[in-house]
Nanobody, 125 residues
Framework: QVQLVESGGGLVQAGGSLRLSCAAS????????MGWFRQAPGKERDFVAA????????YYADSVKGRFTISRDNAKNTVYLQMNSLKPEDTAVYYC??????????????????WGQGTQVTVSS
């Protein structure tokens, strides 16, 4: 399994941008599909975006389409989430996850192979 560490969270005003990073350990990063999830206080963890192992396929939740972009750099063992036009409702702890198989919005979270510890994103109005 890969070990995952997120970074890049913080406090930003509505309309602003942040870029989250998720660094993975291990030589097999490029064989994993990667995803971003988020959990707001008192709510369930939700899918945000996912990217295939090669980076050629991406998937997004409807709530972030057109505002967020997921990407990866396999040479750096890192996956990114560029978040633009942030809204207060984007406030949550953001987690990255790794999966050996196809990862989409339909993938059960309990099936994912590894999770990071999370990074807080707070969007003020």
């Amino acid at each position: 399994q890969v070990q995952l560490v997120e970074s890049g969270g913080g406090l930003v005003q509505a309309g602003g941008s942040l870029r989250l990073s998720c660094a993975a350990s291990g030589r097999t990063f490029s064989s994993y599909a990667m995803g971003w999830f988020r959990q707001a206080p008192g709510k369930e963890r939700d899918f945000v975006a996912a990217i295939s192992w090669s980076g050629t396929s991406t998937y997004y939740a409807d709530s972030v389409k057109g505002r967020f972009t997921i990407s990866r750099d396999n040479a750096k063992n890192t996956v990114y989430l560029q978040m633009n036009s942030l809204k207060p409702e984007d406030t949550a702890v953001y987690y990255c996850a790794a999966h050996r198989n196809l990862l989409t919005q339909s993938t059960r979270m309990t099936a994912l192979d590894s999770w990071g510890q999370g990074t807080q994103v707070t969007v003020s109005s």
